[in-house]
Nanobody, 111 residues
Framework: QVQLVESGGGLVQPGGSLRLSCAAS????????MAWYRQAPGKQRVMVGT???????LYAYSVKGRFTISRDNAKNTVHLQMNSLKPEDTTVYYC?????WGQGTQVTVSS
């Protein structure tokens, strides 16, 4: 079955960086688009960025220029490099593909 396991979340100071990873299994990763979403308490889950099967990324306006999505097809892993983090980036981040979600990883940006 499809499994998406996120890791890399944690506490970081404003202006800092974190790298999230999503280990995927149970489907053909190399031909699948992947995405990262985030959801604050009481709010809808929103897209942070996507990456196509061929590696083309798209980003939400709020993170463009600060976040970078990449994929490693040899390791069935997608990454989200987050730089210049702001307190408003604090929330749970989810990996997504084709109707399947990971369990999420908490990112907290605070001094």
């Amino acid at each position: 079955q499809v499994q998406l396991v996120e890791s890399g979340g944690g506490l970081v100071q404003p202006g800092g960086s974190l790298r999230l990873s999503c280990a995927a299994s149970g489907f053909t990763f190399s031909t699948s688009a992947m995405a990262w979403y985030r959801q604050a308490p009481g709010k809808q889950r929103v897209m942070v960025g996507t990456i196509s099967a061929t590696g083309s990324p798209l980003y939400a306006y709020s993170v463009k220029g600060r976040f970078t999505i990449s994929r490693d097809n040899a390791k069935n892993t997608v990454h989200l490099q987050m730089n210049s983090l702001k307190p408003e980036d604090t929330t749970v981040y989810y990996c997504y593909t084709s109707g399947f979600w990971g369990q999420g990883t908490q990112v907290t940006v605070s001094s």
